[in-house]
């Protein structure tokens, strides 16, 4: 802000200009500094691992720990379903979505309070875990990846955001495009759509990361090892009995940490690696849903 | 959008009606499937609640299964778990609101105070990171760096002359672990929305205040607060309105039978009750507890901000 170029520094603000500054910092590290320490042990020859307890720096590299992930069947398959579930997921829940939030924030439409209603009342209260397992169940999608996409087709909330920012689209934009013979269909194509590409791309983000992220309906309605997304496979990597495993050929207990931190790693990297070009649009995003409606 | 009615004089309501919701056909289809995900994956199982009143029968269904009345809720009350959960689910929450309802308010003040505007997004960049990381990478994470042996904290600790902690074992120390690492993997997140509305303050306002000698300090008390004030109340509710949820994902990841006196919520334990033991009718009459609780939080909390003056979140 310009305005605040103009103060006048007095020592007291000086001193606390530099507080800021180095408190500041001092918080980043201690968000980056676990990953570092994670990619650290990672690379790092178990004989090193355990024989410095501080990990700034590997002292004796070692990928033992990913040669060993990489080789394992179950990694490419949690892998591919998971992106089945993240891509597929995604562009489903995109389509019920936008459909749902343009007619919403439609507010003349006869029944709009009703559908808001029956979509807002849905935060506030729920049957609960078990009744919504029995649906699921009663579906037959146990044990399928549907069963992580379908039951999580919405999010009320980002589709409260999303409505809001249609909401917010000057009314003039859509009447011109009404006039010119536009059935309403044709505005959200041709006039809503291309407008509102940062809020879609910040929410398509929101969905695509709960999805690759999700662990619940994985623990409620996966047990086939076939269906298991990357997150269960990376909780039986990390957090079962080894003994379990050691008796399946190449004892986990000999790889040990440096191995776990390597399955750790192959779930981090691709969302590290998608990070920087997604992070310019959340901020916006979030900013859109702020608008309350 | 101006709605033009079609309709002529003579025609009944119904006819109205009927013409209205076909002139517009497309937009309630595409409404459709929002509308028919509601009703399966939200309504329905709020319907399946009635199992909580019931002897469930697998054979016969939920609906033809004889009913029992309260005799679910009555052995719940009657069980010293079930108090157990409910302490431990409201003590987390409650706890995590305390330290972690103020602490993004005050991280967001003081970016804002930056000058540099590139170095303030170096640090968003970076606290915003942990918000996209699963609680199972997480859980694993943070067993590499509190672990007794090879962790760094425990490594400093040691260095310090103390004694190493089972931050993830000892039943002391668990609360408090998940509590720090639920904050340390939110507050960033959580600095968004107070960052998006203290960029809608009117800068007029500062320079005005400037001529009138105020100083920084009085800046923030007389200018920045007040106008987020309002978003920090509609946070306030909402966090109020989730106190029943601990955080199942964090926890179920991280707990173990030793730690199942303090670390057990009403989630985690709606899971082994209900899906692990298959005892339906208990794990749903618990669940149906909890979102009863939740609601009325929701509401009195909405109350609340209303009669100071706020909006309300609905």
Known sequence: ?293 | MTVVSTARPGQSRMQKLGSYIWKHKYMYLMLLPAIVYYIIFCYVPMGGIIIAFKKFNPMRGILASDWVGLKHFRQLFGLKKFYSVLWNTISISFTRLIWGFPFPIIISLMLNELRLNRFKRVIQTAIYIPHFISWVVLGGILTNLLSADSGIINALIKALGGKPIGFLTDDHYFIPTMVVSMIWKTFGWNTIIYLAALTSVDPQLYEAAIVDGANRWHQLWHITIPSILSTIVVVLILRIGSLMQAGFEQIFVLYHPGVYGCADIIDTYVYRVGLTEGKFEKATAVGLFKSVVNFALIVIANKVARMFGEEGVY
């Open chain 1, 1 to 293: 802000m310009a305005s605040k170029n103009r103060i006048r520094t007095s020592a007291a603000s000086k001193a606390f200009d530099v507080f800021n500054v180095v408190f500041l910092s001092l918080l980043a590290l201690s968000t980056l500094y676990p990953f570092w320490d994670t990619l650290v042990v990672s690379v790092s020859s178990l004989k090193s691992y355990l024989s410095t307890p501080m990990h700034f720096w590997p002292s004796e590299f070692s990928f033992e720990g990913y040669a060993y992930m990489l080789k394992k069947p179950e990694l490419w398959m949690s892998y591919r379903n998971t992106i089945f579930i993240t891509v597929v997921g995604t562009l489903i829940n995109m389509a019920i979505t936008i459909m749902a939030a343009y007619v919403l924030s439609k507010k003349d439409l006869k029944g709009h309070r009703v559908f808001t209603f029956l979509a807002v009342f849905t935060m506030m209260f729920s049957g609960g875990i078990i009744p919504t397992y029995m649906v699921v169940r009663t579906l037959g999608l146990m044990n399928k990846v549907w069963a992580m996409i379908i039951p999580a087709a919405i999010s009320t909330y980002n589709l409260i955001i999303l409505r809001n920012f249609f909401t917010g689209i000057p009314k003039e934009l859509e009447e011109s495009a009404m006039l010119d013979g536009c059935q309403e269909v044709g505005v959200l194509f041709w006039i809503v759509l291309p407008v509102s590409v940062p809020a879609i791309t910040t929410i398509s983000l929101f969905y695509a990361v709960d999805h690759w992220n999700d662990f619940f309906s994985a623990i409620m309605y996966i047990n086939s090892q076939k269906a298991w997304p990357l997150q269960l496979f990376l909780r039986s990597m990390l957090f079962e009995n080894d003994a379990a495993y050691s008796s399946g050929g190449e004892s986990l207990f000999l790889l040990g940490q440096p191995m776990k931190m390597a399955a750790v790693m192959m779930a981090i990297i691709p969302i590290l690696c998608a990070y920087p070009f997604f992070q310019k649009y959340f901020t916006k995003g979030v900013m859109v849903g702020a608008v309350k409606g």
